[in-house]
Nanobody, 124 residues
Framework: QVQPVESGGGLVQAGGSLSLSCLAS????????MGWFRQAPGKEREFVSGITWNGDITYYADSVKGRFTISRDNVKNTVYLQMNSLKPEDTAVYYC?????????????????WGQGTQVTVSS
């Protein structure tokens, strides 16, 4: 079983940076693609970024491409999301999860074992 715990959220001004971490307990962490999603109040959960089990392939939503970077350390069972040039529209609760299904990597339905989330607030 993989149980993610996110951290690193906070309040930052527009243009600033934050680094999120997702510590996933469980021996099988390194075997799975992991993803970051976010959900703003009143909106559906949306894909932000994903990374394959060995880090060879990364995926980004168009809205964050060029500003966010995903990485992972399988020794530390941790996935990271470096967020630069933050915008007020990036404000949301950020979640990480394990992709268990062959469904689209961009779909929340492809993921299980969601963390509790970490709040990111970007002020203008």
């Amino acid at each position: 079983q993989v149980q993610p715990v996110e951290s690193g959220g906070g309040l930052v001004q527009a243009g600033g940076s934050l680094s999120l971490s997702c510590l996933a307990s469980g021996r099988t962490f390194s075997s799975y693609t992991m993803g970051w999603f976010r959900q703003a109040p009143g909106k559906e959960r949306e894909f932000v970024s994903g990374i394959t089990w060995n880090g060879d392939i990364t995926y980004y939503a168009d809205s964050v491409k060029g500003r966010f970077t995903i990485s992972r350390d399988n020794v530390k069972n941790t996935v990271y999301l470096q967020m630069n040039s933050l915008k007020p529209e990036d404000t949301a609760v950020y979640y990480c999860a394990r992709r268990y299904s062959s469904r689209s990597i961009y779909s929340p339905e492809a993921y299980d074992y969601w963390g509790q989330g970490t709040q990111v607030t970007v002020s203008s």
